[in-house]
């Protein structure tokens, strides 16, 4: 996996991206240093992709995958790519509420923490389907994050395609997600456009 350089305000700010996006809790007064200028339609479309792949921490490489296989697949491609994006296990994790952010959904899903319809599943990038049961393994429910898990679980409404047992430590995939039920700052047709020409 490549690693983000990036200092993830400085990259918010950049992007014009709220860090609530990634699940930074912090927030900076601070404004960028460069003069305001006419930005060209290459560089908003060039945005909009580097927001994407930002905002769901995938490299270049995986992210112009997940476009071809959106752009196979039937109905509109930035939709499907989002629906995509939003269906991979870190994602899932990370929006069931059990990690605060991507990148440590993405560490969890790594170190084997959880099982997809009671198989063992350690990577990231795996996309879920509709009535996949996502569960915290048994032999990992004694980790000690997941009993501060358990007491102190991070206030976050799960989206409805979601669900998720606290108690249980387990979750099901109701649904594919749909485009009015992903609430990231993308401009998906600016991407298709850029990836179009």
Known sequence: M?????????????LELDPAQIGCSKTSTRTSG???????EY??????KQRAKFIYCVSEKQFYHYYE???RMKGITGSNMLSLLERRLDNVIY????????????QLVSHAMFSV???????PSYLVKAGDVIAVRDNKKDNKFFRDRKENPIVYSTPKWLEYDNEKQAGKVLSIPQREEIDTQIEEHMIVELYSK
């Not at 460069?34 to 060209?40: A, F, P, T």
């Not at 929006?95 to 993405?106: E, S, V």
């Open 69 to 71: 296989m959106a752009d």
């Open 117 to 123: 319809n009671g198989k063992t599943v350690n990577i």
């Open 95 to 106: 929006r069931m509420g059990i990690a605060k952010t991507r990148l440590q959904a993405r």
């Open 34 to 40: 460069r003069k305001s200028r006419k930005v060209s």
């Open 2 to 14: 490549a690693t983000s350089k990036y200092h993830k305000l400085k990259r918010c700010r950049f």
């Open 43 to 48: 560089g908003l479309q060039l945005r909009e």
